[in-house]
């Protein structure tokens, strides 16, 4: 790291038909560093105490909006390019005049004169999760912190990310913790992974300004594509699993016509106390056990969570493992959901779907398949949206079966909510509940996530949820 000491700046800014005079000190305290990716920290940018005191009154009296998605929660102002407070607007067009032409020079490249700026709240619970904020036209990201005093304790830290051989986010190598009337820049790449921290603290408001300067984009390296999960046929089971492990209820035919008519009607069912009631709490009892092994699912942006090896699963979850992936479930889903989901063909007789019957007939019949695993989640665990994803996307049958959230609550987040692809407005969430056997089907164009889990989820009440664990399969026609 090196730092660099000594260089002012000194600009003029109209207020109210009179000249203010202030000091932007980008080089008095500044650090470079290029690990993990180049980024600098400017302490004290702004020289003129008072005019950093004005900057957050008028920031706090702006209006600002919740957003929402699979990647962060926050509230954001509008865009403060046309601004006519005196403060925002003398320092927006500091930034982005002699500022931006000093920053272009040193980069040795042409910076544009866009301006891209707004201002940022992040309250308790409020978070980004890990992006590389490349975008076309944005060449340097900027943050300046408008903060009280701030601790690493209180969350909301800039994190940046190592790289592993594929370019994609490893780990957190760094934290720059939020200080008042700092500027911290960075270069946007392709590995530029970086997140904002949940913020911990109850009563602190980090307040910030942040933007890009936009210029010629790098040069991206061809974009990694994840291997396939691999997908099985069914496992060779017959009805005696299904009489051994599901509520009797859901076995009665005449229910399952009325399951099917509701789900082919809303393409979702959620069936309440799916499993005996001994079983389920014989599983999850196991799942608890030390003995499994649990595997963080990665890379950060695109998924957090661990997963169990199934060679670690105690005897009675693998069985319950094996209960989704057999024949016998197979044939059960193809009767709740109308699918068809095994060798065998539905058969009409007198205008019901009475018996199987194989379907030896055509090449375009395919075999349909699942893949599965036992997850667990706890505090920091989501999934993200990614565009590998949205270009696999294809139809298929969600299976979610959660244990061990009885005291779970929607504001700790987990949830599974689905959305229309580039749509952030969502389709359809399905919350955590004990017991409760979440089938949804979904075509090419809807996508998935699981929200953050957040800070509340290990502070409500007398007794903390540590987290939950749930069977998560795909079946595919």
Same mark, same amino acid.
């Given at each position: 790291?090196?730092?660099?000491?000594?260089?002012?700046?000194?600009?003029?800014m109209?207020?109210?038909?009179?000249?203010?005079?202030?000091?932007?000190?980008?080089?008095?305290?500044l650090?470079l560093?290029?690990f993990?990716?180049?980024?600098?920290?400017i302490?004290?940018?702004?020289?003129?105490?008072?005019?950093?005191?004005?900057?957050?009154?008028?920031?706090?009296?702006?209006?600002f909006?919740?957003?929402?998605?699979?990647?962060?929660?926050?509230k954001?102002?509008?865009?403060?390019?046309?601004?006519?407070?005196?403060?925002?607007?003398?320092?927006?067009?500091g930034?982005?005049?002699?500022?931006?032409?000093?920053?272009?020079?040193?980069?040795?490249?042409?910076?544009?004169?866009?301006?891209?700026?707004?201002?940022?709240?992040?309250?308790?619970?409020?978070v980004?999760?890990c992006?590389?904020?490349?975008? =076309?036209?944005?060449?340097?990201?900027?943050?300046?912190y408008?903060?009280?005093p701030?601790?690493?304790?209180?969350?909301?830290t800039?994190?940046?990310?190592?790289i592993?051989?594929?370019?994609q986010?490893?780990?957190?190598?760094?934290?720059?913790?939020?200080?008042?009337?700092?500027l911290?820049?960075?270069?946007v790449?392709?590995?530029?992974?970086?997140?904002?921290?949940?913020?911990?603290?109850?009563?602190?408001?980090?307040?910030?300004?942040?933007?890009?300067?936009?210029?010629?984009?790098?040069?991206?390296?061809?974009?990694?594509?994840e291997a396939?999960?691999?997908r099985?046929p069914?496992?060779p089971?017959?009805?005696?699993?299904?009489?051994?492990?599901v509520?009797?209820a859901?076995l009665d035919?005449?229910y399952?016509?009325?399951?099917?008519?509701?789900?082919?009607?809303?393409?979702?069912?959620?069936?309440?106390?799916?499993?005996?009631?001994?079983?389920?709490?014989?599983?999850?009892?196991?799942l608890?056990?030390?003995?499994?092994?649990?595997?963080?699912?990665?890379?950060?942006?695109?998924r957090?969570?661990?997963?169990?090896s199934?060679?670690?699963?105690?005897p009675?979850?693998?069985?319950?493992?094996?209960?989704?992936?057999?024949?016998?479930?197979?044939?059960?889903?193809?009767?709740?959901?109308?699918?068809?989901?095994h060798?065998?063909?539905?058969?009409?007789?007198?205008?019901?779907?009475?018996?199987?019957?194989?379907?030896?007939?055509?090449s375009?019949?395919?075999?349909?398949?699942?893949?599965?695993?036992?997850?667990?989640?706890?505090?920091?665990?989501?999934?993200?949206?990614?565009?590998?994803?949205?270009?696999?996307?294809?139809?298929?049958?969600?299976?979610?079966?959660p244990?061990?959230?009885?005291?779970?609550?929607? =504001?700790?987040?987990g949830?599974?909510?689905?959305?229309?692809?580039?749509e952030?407005?969502?389709?359809?969430?399905?919350?955590?509940?004990?017991?409760?056997?979440?089938?949804?089907?979904?075509?090419?164009?809807?996508?998935?996530?699981?929200?953050?889990?957040n800070?509340?989820?290990?502070?409500?009440?007398?007794?903390?949820?540590?987290?939950?664990?749930?069977?998560?399969?795909?079946?595919?026609?």
């Open positions: 790291m090196e730092k660099i000491s000594g260089l002012y700046l000194h600009l003029q109209p207020v109210e038909q009179k000249q203010l005079e202030f000091v932007l000190l980008f080089a008095g305290d650090e560093d290029c993990p990716f180049p980024h600098c920290i302490k004290n940018f702004l020289s003129s105490e008072v005019f950093v005191e004005n900057l957050q009154k008028e920031l706090l009296g702006l209006d909006h919740e957003k929402s998605n699979d990647l962060y929660k926050f954001q102002s509008d865009d403060l390019k046309k601004r006519t407070e005196p403060h925002i607007a003398g320092l927006r067009e930034l982005f005049g002699r500022f931006r032409s000093w920053l272009g020079e040193v980069l040795g490249v042409e910076l544009e004169p866009t301006v891209d700026i707004s201002c940022a709240r992040y309250e308790h619970t409020d980004l999760l992006h590389d904020d490349e975008l =076309e036209g944005r060449r340097v990201a900027f943050i300046l408008l903060v009280p701030w601790q690493s304790s209180d969350g909301g800039l994190d940046l990310y190592s592993n051989s594929n370019f986010p490893q780990s957190i190598v760094k934290s720059l913790v939020p200080s008042w009337n700092t911290v820049l960075f270069e790449s392709p590995v530029s992974f970086h997140q904002v921290s949940e913020v911990l603290s109850k009563d602190k408001c980090r307040l910030s300004l942040s933007g890009w300067f936009h210029g010629p984009s790098l040069e991206r390296p061809p974009r990694h594509v396939a999960v691999p099985s069914h496992l089971r017959d009805e005696t699993v299904l009489l051994e492990w509520n009797p859901y035919i005449s399952q016509e009325q399951i099917q008519e509701e789900f082919e009607d809303s393409s979702e069912i959620q069936l309440k106390d799916f499993l005996k009631e001994e079983k389920f709490r014989e599983v999850s009892e196991a608890r056990l030390t003995e499994i092994e649990w595997m963080r699912k990665g890379p950060p942006n695109k957090c969570y661990e997963a169990a199934l060679d670690s699963l105690p009675c979850v693998k069985a319950c493992w094996e209960l989704l992936h057999s024949e016998a479930f197979f044939l059960l889903l193809s009767n709740f959901t109308g699918l068809r989901l060798y065998l063909e539905k058969e009409q007789a007198g205008g019901r779907r009475s018996h199987w019957v194989v379907d030896r007939l055509g375009e019949c395919d075999i349909p398949v699942c893949c599965g695993e036992v997850r667990r989640w706890s505090h920091g665990s989501y999934t993200l949206l990614h565009d590998g994803e949205a270009a696999q996307a294809e139809y298929a049958l969600d299976l979610v079966l244990f061990g959230c009885t005291d779970w609550q929607s =504001e700790f987040g949830l599974t909510c689905y959305v229309a692809n580039e952030d407005e969502e389709l359809l969430t399905i919350y955590p509940e004990e017991n409760s056997l979440a089938l949804v089907y979904r075509d090419k164009e809807t996508l998935k996530f699981v929200k953050h889990i800070h509340k989820s290990t502070s409500a009440g007398s007794s903390p949820c540590r987290g939950f664990y749930d069977f998560s399969f795909v079946y595919y026609e």
